[in-house]
T-cell receptor, first 110, second 116 residues
Framework: DQQVKQNSPSLSVQEGRISILNCDYT??????FLWYKKYPAEGPTFLIS?????DKNEDGRFTVFLNKSAKHLSLHIVPSQPGDSAVYFC?????????FGKGTRLSVIA | NAGVMQNPRHLVRRRGQEARLRCSPM?????VYWYRQLPEEGLKFMVY????????ESGMPKERFSAEFPKEGPSILRIQQVVRGDSAAYFC??????????????FGDGTRLSIL
């Protein structure tokens, strides 16, 4: 039973355009959501997070949107850069352990 | 480097041997988590420890796996009598007070365990 789902295994975007990565969840007890970025042979790097009491959090080129009624969140990257090419994991928390999605591989094409 | 440090980065074992994975949390962090990632999968929680205490081991197999975080030294994930299915990347993360929602977990670069 997958509580956090990233339905797009991969995404290709032109440099300078917007990248939108999506994530759906099933557990309404999740109160905190995070996005991590992962390069090959490295650990996940924390990008941005959002509390369940908010619907938007912005940090530079990265914005996370949360739609609680739809149990959906998205990560927007604008403008996309070649260095953003990586696997992006959505994660959610109700207690302490994080529950991760399977990731979306983003390729930003120059 | 003040990040989460894991060693070794790569570990090769034969079936039946023991594997020991070490993790030193970020400076000032007293909460440690272990996750496992299989190919093409997300990270799956295994165990959460504070100094000298196991807080949550709900994701860890009951047999052959154990974890500790002693008062001094790194956290250790131990896998006894390894089998081929244990081949995976094992990631350690640490955090400050996890009760505060704005305290993310920070990850090390993982140990890639290969079982021959």
């Amino acid at each position: 039973d997958q509580q956090v789902k990233q339905n797009s295994p991969s995404l290709s975007v032109q440099e300078g355009r917007i990248s939108i990565l999506n994530c759906d969840y099933t557990n309404s007890m999740f109160d905190y959501f995070l996005w991590y970025k992962k390069y090959p042979a490295e650990g996940p790097t924390f990008l941005i997070s959002i509390s369940s009491i908010k619907d938007k959090n912005e940090d530079g080129r990265f914005t996370v949107f949360l739609n609680k009624s739809a149990k959906h969140l998205s990560l927007h990257i604008v403008p996309s850069q070649p260095g953003d090419s990586a696997v992006y994991f959505c994660a959610a928390r109700s207690n302490t352990p994080l529950v991760f999605g399977k990731g979306t591989r983003l390729s930003v094409i120059a | 480097n003040a990040g989460v440090m894991q060693n070794p980065r790569h570990l090769v074992r034969r079936r039946g041997q023991e594997a020991r994975l070490r993790c030193s949390p970020m400076k000032g962090h007293s909460h440690v988590y272990w996750y496992r990632q299989l190919p093409e999968e997300g990270l799956k929680f295994m165990v959460y420890l504070q100094k000298e205490n196991i807080i949550d081991e709900s994701g860890m197999p009951k047999e052959r796996f154990s974890a500790e975080f002693p008062k001094e030294g790194p956290s250790i994930l131990r896998i006894q009598q390894v089998v081929r299915g244990d081949s995976a990347a094992y990631f350690c993360a640490s955090s400050l007070n996890p009760g505060q929602s704005n305290q993310p977990q920070h990850f090390g670069d993982g140990t890639r365990l290969s079982i021959l």
